[in-house]
């Protein structure tokens, strides 16, 4: 299909421009006029001509997402219509990719089709859970109830993220530091203390010569280590991508004893939020077990998630396979299995939900102060060494000069 430009003006008496597909010139009319709009002209584009749509900004983050969210709860319950509420929340979004996809949305709407429907083809923008949380509270007639409920996920989400990478930024500050004073004190400073201590005859110690031999290897093969280094990472990060390097990360994320605590607690706390939020919403358990199963980050808690699905589809209960799991805690079954037992599975994961997000600030604390000496060990060992190979030349001429 050929790209024609458009000029039309809107219900509001407003001119608007834009591109469009089509098979021809009365095509894109046809597209216009269901679009409600009153056509001026249409032109075909060649690749010279047509419209250049630069995105400003990333897709929207969780935070945005629930305010657009709480927005929408508010106007609808003062009575404002799903497409003036999409029209309201349009021209107030920041962020450019969200605005573009609420036109759309929009539109759509308009067009007849389904606020859930009109959202699914844009998963960067919409995930599919609120997608699918929206499809739930428009079957059951609780969108208000259902949008409120996904502010809230959002917010938890965003909050529970939001700690465990303000825990990682230290450490890795700290680190990308370390590097490059190691990197500045073996190119530029010990070289001249190389120099300096040959002319004048002394021997080198070895931890002295030790590093002036990393110094030299770096300096005369810098553009060999610089690629290999890039080449690692790359490797590194496509490795993670892939089942295998999931799997790898994952069980190193399960085993490592300062962040095992860390990792099974915000999965806790994010399968059983996500899990009564949709359940809240009229989603069916095991639809609601695979949807909470894609959200998960860990591999490992993801296939529990999955398995989890199976065992339900053949009448076990929900508490059964996240027990024979063997990686959530058992506070998570017990309290499900009590939620079953009385009826309130929804309520119990609401509550294990707020626990464990406590739980997840108290493990970040807790990892905080743990990685603090470890740090401090870690620069010593780098500093210290630094350190030792620039002052034991100047200490071996101090001896000589006094046995002279």
């Not at 407003?14 to 009365?26: L, Y």
């Not at 497409?83 to 021209?91: G, N, T």
């Not at 989400?157 to 825990?167: L, P």
């Not at 093969?221 to 994952?250: E, N, Q």
Request: hydrophobic share 50%; proline share 4%.
């Amino acid at each position: 299909m050929a790209v024609y430009g458009y000029r039309a003006v809107n219900k509001l008496g407003k001119e608007v421009k834009g591109s469009i597909e089509g098979d021809n010139k009365e095509h894109v009319r046809a597209k216009l006029i269901k679009m409600k709009l009153t056509v001026i002209s249409i032109e075909e584009q060649s690749i010279w001509t047509q419209d250049i749509n630069i995105q400003v900004g990333g897709y929207p983050k969780a935070r945005d997402l629930s305010v657009m969210c709480r927005q929408f709860t508010s106007m609808m319950r003062a009575g404002v219509g799903i497409i003036d509420c999409l029209r309201m929340l349009q021209e107030q979004s920041e962020n450019q990719r969200l605005k573009d996809a609420l036109r759309a949305v929009r539109v759509s709407v308009e067009k007849g089709e389904t606020l859930a429907g009109a959202m699914r083809p844009y998963p960067k923008v919409f995930p599919q859970l609120m997608v699918n949380m929206v499809a739930a509270g428009e079957a059951s007639g609780n969108l208000e109830i259902a949008l409120e409920r996904m502010a809230v996920q959002l917010e938890r989400s965003n909050k529970t993220q939001a700690m465990v990478k303000k825990a990682m930024i230290y450490p890795i500050v700290v680190f990308i530091v370390a590097i490059v004073v190691s990197i500045v004190m073996l190119v530029v400073v010990i070289p001249n203390y190389e120099t300096m201590f040959v002319d004048l005859g002394t021997e080198l110690p070895a931890i002295t010569v030790m590093y002036v031999t990393m110094s030299d290897i770096i300096r005369q093969y810098w553009f060999i280590l610089l690629p290999a280094v890039v080449l690692a990472v790359i490797g590194v990060v496509m490795f993670a991508k892939t089942d295998s390097g999931k799997h790898f990360f994952g069980l190193i994320a399960l085993k490592m004893p300062i962040i095992k605590n860390l990792t099974v607690k915000s999965a806790s706390a994010m399968m059983a939020r996500t899990l009564a939020t949709l359940l809240s919403s009229g989603v069916p358990l095991i639809e609601a077990t695979g949807m909470t199963a894609e959200i998960l980050s860990n591999v490992y808690f993801k296939e529990a998630m999955r398995d989890a699905k199976e065992q339900i589809s053949i009448g076990l209960p929900l508490s059964r396979p996240l027990e024979d799991a063997g990686i959530f805690p058992p506070m998570v079954y017990h309290m499900v299995h009590i939620g079953e037992e009385a009826g309130s599975t929804e309520e119990m994961l609401d509550k294990l939900a707020d626990y464990y997000d406590e739980e997840v600030e108290m493990a970040v604390q807790s990892l905080m102060a743990a990685m603090e000496p470890l740090i401090i060990l870690v620069l010593a060992v780098v500093v210290g060494g630094l350190l030792a190979a620039c002052m034991a030349p100047m200490l071996t001429m101090y001896d000589a000069l006094e046995t002279l």
